[in-house]
């Protein structure tokens, strides 16, 4: 169920529950107003009794035959107002206590009569009057109980009203909760695992709701990347083939065009030619040969995968010998070294050897690049959260130009005046490819480039592969 | 008038079996070995044909072509390049250089390229 829907929901179930409460209510108010209306009907009622008991008591103390009279007038007063009241007295008692109290009445009042006519009996109406007077109490006494009991449930109904809209808050938060909860964890998840490199779908499904479609969104997103880094990798190492094809028969087309040359040559001038400057043009094509045989020889040692040697080494000493590698190119060029490196840097698998190698070529690029008075920044970063180890060459040099930058890690290429083979970063990024690890670079004309090397943290297959190689060494 | 001519290469063997080759047909040959020293030495002398190398480090062909061009406007440049793909290069560079040789370069083509060269630039004065 969407999100919306389930707010929408919970509003819809709280404001049904404030409705019933409030119909509830309503009918318990009402029927208290009634029962005090009645109540103010008994009230009045049972004073009008009251008197005519005391008037009575008069009668029967004093023998004052107009004390009897009163009684008379009262009951005959009282009788309209009571026919009055009916309805709400039969709403309130019901019919039959209404006919009870009127037929008490009359019998009182036939009483008191038979009395003033002189053929009466006191006692009779002494019981009459009692008997009036009594059941009207205990209607009274009856109709208290229940207002009360009315008021105690209304105040139960309200307690009970108040409690389920709270749980049903309760309920409501804690599903949207657990369930946004949920989501999120897997977008963190699935964010962390693209971050990483892995774009492998998630494995549970997504939930039904918008979060859900987040999730969905991002995973296709990371399919896209993946499809789209698949591309650009291919497309990439097309165009690197094409460098290198280039680069390739550049070097071998200079010696095999003077070969070619002197060849010509000679067979113009063979004739001309004296022994000396035969042997020597003889000579000149072994040279060459010899030249081509370098280039070549070169080329295979670079293609070639060479055998790592694998071991658990700590990042901080490595990039602590190479600086010492490279100590003299800073002394000579005038660089400052500035090390920040993390102390909490576990134990990485590596080869040190090849890593050693990319630190050092990214370290010579960086001197290269500065003027004297610049300052090398080597930094290492423990990254657990990323699960990775990050160590950092900066230099303050003239920076690469963005148009370049893409070109960098090609073979062949290279932005030096003199000396530069351009093979040096294409063999650093082939080295951390293979110890699963990556580069990238920054750069800004005139303030500098920084070289980062990402290498996973991977110690438990750090043990396996040593013990394959262990295993390997055993069968040779 | 002897025509003199210009190889600028960093590939000394080029160079000089450029020169052995080309004295033959009786041209006054020089040789370079990067772009500074022949730019200098043309301040000096004047070369009916200027034949250099693409690419070198420091001044390299395209900047000796620039600057021929610019100073010496008489002066044909002819180019030779190891770089055997460079099909939009070459394109660019068609209507400033007289011609165009892929390395390994047939020494028999570049000297039919010079004596055209040559007999151009013999026309051109001429009219």
Known sequence: ?476 | MQSSIMIIDDERIVGDMAKLSLSQEGYDVETFLDGESALKRLEEKTFQVVVTDLKMKGVDGLEVLRIVKEKYPQTVVIMITAFANLDVAIEALRDDVFDFFPKPVKIKELKASIRRALAGEEAGGAA
């Open chain 1, 1 to 476: 169920m969407k999100i919306v829907h389930r707010i929408h929901l919970s509003y819809a179930v709280n404001i049904a529950l404030i409705f019933i409460v409030g119909f509830l209510s309503l009918q318990a108010f009402n029927e208290l107003m009634m029962k005090f209306h009645f109540m103010e009907i008994a009230d009045s009622l049972n004073t009008a009794f009251l008197e005519m008991r005391i008037a009575e008591k008069n009668y029967l103390l004093y023998s004052d035959k107009e004390a009897l009279n009163s009684i008379c007038t009262r009951i005959t007063e009282t009788m309209p107002a009571l026919a009055e009241e009916r309805e709400n007295i039969e709403q309130v008692t019901g019919g039959n206590d209404y006919n009870r109290l009127v037929q008490l009445l009359a019998d009182y009042r036939g009483n008191v009569r038979a009395l003033i006519d002189g053929h009466g009996d006191e006692t009779k109406v002494r019981d009459s009057g009692h008997a009036l007077r009594t059941f009207s109490e205990n209607i009274i006494k009856m109709e208290r109980d229940k207002v009360a009991a009315l008021i105690e449930r209304s105040k139960s109904i309200l307690w009970l009203a108040f409690l389920a809209v709270l749980g049903f808050a309760l309920f409501f938060a804690q599903w949207n909760a657990s369930s946004i909860r949920r989501s999120l964890e897997q977008i963190v998840e699935l964010t962390h695992a693209i971050a990483k490199g892995d774009f492998s779908r998630p494995a549970k499904k997504p939930s039904p709701d918008e979060l859900g479609a987040v999730v969905q969104a991002i995973s296709t997103m990371s399919e896209e990347l993946n499809l789209r880094e698949e591309e650009m990798i291919r497309s990439k190492r097309l165009a690197s083939i094409g460098v290198l094809v280039a680069g390739v028969a550049h070097e071998l087309n200079n010696p095999l065009n003077n070969i070619s040359m002197i060849a010509q040559t000679f067979a113009e001038l063979h004739d001309k030619l004296g022994s000396d400057q035969q042997l020597e043009f003889i000579n000149q094509i072994d040279e060459e040969t010899e030249r081509l045989r370098y280039t070549i020889r070169n080329l295979l040692d670079f293609a070639k995968p060479k055998e790592k040697q694998i071991a658990s080494h700590d990042l901080n000493e490595v990039a602590q010998k190479c600086l010492g590698l490279v100590h003299n190119m800073l002394t000579i060029g005038n660089v400052r070294t500035k090390l920040n490196f993390d102390e909490q840097m576990p134990q990485l698998c590596l080869d040190e050897h090849q890593i050693q190698q990319v630190l050092v070529n990214m370290m010579i690029n960086a001197i290269q690049a500065m003027q004297p008075g610049g300052a090398l920044t080597v930094t290492t970063r423990f990254l657990p959260e990323l699960e990775r180890a990050e160590i950092e060459v900066s230099d303050t040099g003239k920076g690469i130009p963005p148009r370049q930058l893409e070109y960098i890690f090609d073979p062949f290429f290279t932005t030096k005046e003199e000396g530069g083979t351009g093979l040096g970063l294409w063999v650093s990024y082939g080295i951390i490819k293979n110890h699963g690890g990556d580069i990238r670079v920054q750069s800004a004309i005139d303030e500098g480039t920084t070289f980062t090397i990402m290498l996973p943290l991977n110690l438990d297959k750090c043990v396996r592969r040593s013990d394959s190689n262990a295993e390997q060494h055993h069968d040779h």
